[in-house]
């Protein structure tokens, strides 16, 4: 597997990955029924970098960086992460999110946020957790989860 920058003709694989993880709405504060469109302009908006997973050319993930925020928070940077259905369970979201790190350095990123870590999504927690994220606040009731109405989110963060 290796990590590399998307290119356009990228963008059906990556709409492919990002679909199903909107429709669920388990895990990002998306519209469920946002369009295509709509999660591409999102996924590749002003300021990101997107970057893919990929094995013999199937895209198994994909993640994207942006400023956390302008201005002065600008040398924060703010990942997403997404894997394939079919590639769960394979080390993907570890890979990018470890490769995300130098990339955010290499951008002149000084430190990682995660804004809003859905409570219930106790493996992304987890692997966070475990690629040195410190969760450092608790926002009670901040995701309307589909099947568990109004969860917790966390806040995590790290230096780079």
């Not at 002065?72 to 703010?78: D, K, L, P, Q, R």
């Not at 995300?100 to 106790?122: E, H, I």
């Amino acid at each position: 597997m290796r990590i590399r920058k998307a290119e356009t003709a990228d963008k059906a694989a990556i709409w492919k990955i990002l679909e199903p993880m909107i429709r669920e709405g388990e895990t990002f504060p998306l519209p469920r029924n946002m369009t295509e469109w709509e999660a591409l302009e999102y996924w590749f908006g002003k300021g990101a970098s997107v970057f893919v997973a990929e094995e013999e050319g199937d895209i198994l993930g994909t993640y994207h960086l942006t400023p956390n925020q302008p201005g002065g928070g600008s040398h924060v940077a703010n990942g997403g992460y997404v894997t394939a259905p079919h590639a769960r369970g394979r080390g993907i979201a570890r890979a990018m999110c470890l490769h995300s790190f130098d990339m955010a350095r290499t951008l002149g990123y000084r430190a990682m946020q995660y804004n809003l870590v859905v409570s219930t999504n106790k493996a992304a927690v987890h692997l966070w957790q475990d690629c040195g994220m410190e969760l450092i606040g608790r926002l009670p009731g901040a995701f309307h989860h589909p099947q568990e109405g109004d969860v917790d989110a966390f806040v995590m963060y790290r230096t780079l």
